[in-house]
């Protein structure tokens, strides 16, 4: 039967102004040479306003974000369309303004910093282009490219040789590693293949991931099971450990050495009070670069013990893995080449911006045992990014990655790390020549923990005589600085508290320098350490 259209039949209600359909109509055309040339005007107030915001150094406005909240109280949805330079005229006055200006020189309290400026074209081109590298019908191209810069890090990390590279590089039943909108998901996704094949299917059992936990365990003969990594490790392996049905109490904390390493024979003695107990470790995991205060596990012993227990050894280098492109710091992460997953975060210190997030393996084929299929999209044997998963749609944020590798390069980044470390000893440095402040922690890589000692305290800090009350002055006094100086604008670190073993394991607040800003100059650390002076001088305690 042939379907016939008839025209007649098929009108479509009237439910819009005719105004609003052309203003919308408007909003996708693509080829109207008097609307392309207005949106030129758009584009070129936009980034008048960003550069001008970029250019700054305060850390943001001192107005309270309480303050703030009151114009953000509206839940209504508008009737009518409004004009994109009326929106845009909004956004410069209520949000611009008052955005935290991570690329000050002066923000030197978290993991976001400045970006490279090739970052803001190619963002264009990635929400331009709007691939989806979920499958290959919706990013051809871009589906072999991103196996391409999965495999650059990869080889940056494993360095198997070139056939190795040659053979696994574009076969679509290998997986080197996989691009995650952060380390959240990279961590949780290198569990996740941990736990599957810990558990895999056998003679008698469909997997842990067909039967579910409880059937699991019973197979297999185990009480439970665990995870295992230092006090440090983040937070989002409890994240994890919820979602994977191991229970975040059975995510396993051991404790670290004053240089907050992992403390490895109560590793030990914990990985064989877990054999005894039939407790299945699904993975340890060791730290390269704290998120507190950037501290490397001794990877490679680490990995001995987990080797001897023949269970998953993951490295999480979210913060750390950039010390890959430094000759000269790159023995820091001896051992991360024995892991069976690595987690690198791009929107650290890849220099890119947030939401990019990758995981590696060592076995190409680890990642089968995640593996989904879906007839209407993500069919079986495909080269379909989206096979081995946890995210769906996805943009194509390989393009950062693969600009910035071959951009910045390796020689870029070994400059860009080395740079920081340098940064961060000139700032350790500082500190311990002053009596106003101690250091707490040596840094490891760029980021250190130190405090402020209030004058009458000074002495017996120098001589190592604090007491418990003394530090719950000194916490206290720590805590209102940080928070002046946040709410000042002018300059930026965090605040942490951590046990340290300099005073039996007694909670510290610390000030949390991160030296990453390649824009932060020895001058903006002593704006930085001079703004507390005066921030201490005023506080009253
Ligand atoms: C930042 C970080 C994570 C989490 O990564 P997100 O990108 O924030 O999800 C995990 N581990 C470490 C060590 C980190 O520094």
Redesign the pocket.
């Known amino acids: 039967m042939e379907l016939t259209f008839n025209p007649q039949n098929f009108s479509p209600e009237e439910t819009q102004s005719g105004e609003t359909k052309k203003e919308i109509l408007d909003l996708f055309s693509v080829t109207d040479s008097s609307l392309l040339k207005a949106r030129n005007e758009t584009d070129r107030r936009v980034s008048e306003v960003i550069n001008e915001f970029i250019g700054g150094s305060e850390v943001s406005t001192d107005v309270r974000l309480n303050d703030l909240l009151t114009n953000f109280c509206k839940s209504e949805i508008p009737d009518k369309p409004l004009n994109v330079d009326e929106y845009i005229a909004f956004f410069n006055k209520n949000i611009i303004r008052h955005s935290t200006r991570t690329s000050s020189p002066r923000y030197i309290g978290h993991?976001t910093s400045a970006l490279p400026y090739f970052i803001k074209p190619l963002a264009g081109l990635i929400v331009t282009l709007n691939q989806n590298v979920v499958k290959a019908e919706t990013a051809k191209v871009l589906t072999p490219y991103e196996r391409q810069v999965i495999a650059m890090l990869h080889r940056a990390i494993y360095q198997f040789d070139s056939d190795f590279y040659n053979h696994h590089i574009q076969n679509r039943e290998s997986v080197l590693g996989i691009l995650t909108s952060?380390?959240?998901?990279a961590?949780l996704t290198a569990l996740w293949c941990a736990r599957n094949s810990a558990l895999g299917p056998c003679e008698g059992f469909n997997g842990v991931e067909k039967e579910g936990m409880d059937a699991a365990l019973k197979f297999y003969g185990y009480k439970d099971a665990v995870i295992i990594g230092s006090a440090m490790m983040?937070y989002?392996f409890e994240k994890a450990a919820d979602l994977l049905g191991i229970g975040s109490n059975n995510s396993i904390k051991i404790p670290v050495d004053k240089n907050n390493h992992i403390d490895l024979s109560e590793l030990r003695k914990t990985v064989e009070e877990c054999h005894r107990k039939r407790r299945l470790i699904i993975a340890i995991i060791a730290?390269a670069?704290?998120?507190d205060c950037g501290a490397i596990d001794p990877i490679e012993r680490v990995a001995e013990i987990a080797y001897k227990e023949g269970c998953h050894f993951h490295v999480?280098a979210?913060?750390g893995g950039p010390l890959l492109f430094s000759d000269k710091y790159r023995n820091r992460l001896k051992g991360i080449e024995l892991a069976d997953s690595v987690?690198i975060?791009g929107?650290?210190q890849l220099y890119l911006p947030m939401g990019l997030?990758m995981i590696f393996m060592r076995n190409p084929q680890a990642a089968k045992s995640i593996e989904k299929n879906s007839n209407y999209i993500i069919r079986r044997g495909s080269i379909d990014l989206g096979r081995r998963s946890l995210e769906g749609s996805r943009p194509a944020m390989s393009i950062y990655l693969h600009a910035a590798l071959n951009i910045i390069a390796k020689g870029g980044y070994e400059f860009l790390i080395n740079e920081g470390i340098k940064k961060a000893e000139y700032m350790a440095g500082l500190i311990k020549s002053m009596r106003e402040f101690e250091l707490l922690t040596e840094p490891d890589m760029n980021m250190l923990l130190y405090r402020f000692i209030p004058e009458r305290l000074r002495g017996k800090a120098a001589d190592h005589m604090l007491d418990d009350a003394d530090n719950e002055v000194i916490n206290k006094y720590n805590e209102q600085l940080q928070k002046l100086q946040r709410n000042g604008g002018y300059s930026f670190v965090s605040r942490t508290s951590f046990s340290s073993e300099l005073y039996q394991n007694k909670s510290l607040v610390a000030l949390r320098a991160v030296l990453a800003n390649p824009l932060t100059c020895e001058a903006n650390i002593n704006e930085v350490i001079n703004d507390q002076l005066n921030i201490a001088k005023r506080l009253n305690l």
Do not use: C, F, L, Q
């Open positions: 993991m952060g380390g959240t998901i961590n983040h989002s730290n670069g704290t998120t999480d979210a913060w987690t975060d929107h650290k997030g």
